[in-house]
Nanobody, 126 residues
Framework: QQQLVVSGGGLVQAGGSLRLSCAAS????????MGWFRQAPGKEREVVAA????????YYADSVKGRFTISRDNAKNTVYLQMNRLRPEDTAVYYC???????????????????WGQGTQVTVSS
């Protein structure tokens, strides 16, 4: 069974850091673009960051630029999201996703774009 297993969420104070990991099992996603999304209560799921299959290209939402860093290690079949200088508005359930469309703006295509991992709660207290 193909799975994306997410770990690393939790509770942190504003200004703190967390690192999320997304490990693939059952198949390799080393040829897929990958990304992180989040969904806060009452809001739609939004893309946070995305990375090309080889790590050469990245995308960040304006709200996280300069604070979050996405990276991947294809040898470990794992994608990471390093989150620094966290803010209360970063509180959300975070999801890992692997593109299955092959398009350059796959992360704008809604939930049908991707293979999804389970969510992990990130809570930032003020």
């Amino acid at each position: 069974q193909q799975q994306l297993v997410v770990s690393g969420g939790g509770l942190v104070q504003a200004g703190g850091s967390l690192r999320l990991s997304c490990a693939a099992s059952g198949r390799t996603f080393s040829s897929n673009a990958m990304g992180w999304f989040r969904q806060a209560p009452g809001k739609e799921r939004e893309v946070v960051a995305a990375i090309s299959w080889n790590g050469a290209s990245t995308y960040y939402a304006d709200s996280v630029k300069g604070r979050f860093t996405i990276s991947r290690d294809n040898a470990k079949n794992t994608v990471y999201l390093q989150m620094n200088r966290l803010r209360p508005e970063d509180t959300a359930v975070y999801y890992c996703a692997a593109d299955k469309t092959g398009g350059s703006k796959w992360y704008t295509l809604g939930t049908a774009c991707c293979y999804w991992g389970q969510g992990t709660q990130v809570t930032v207290s003020s």
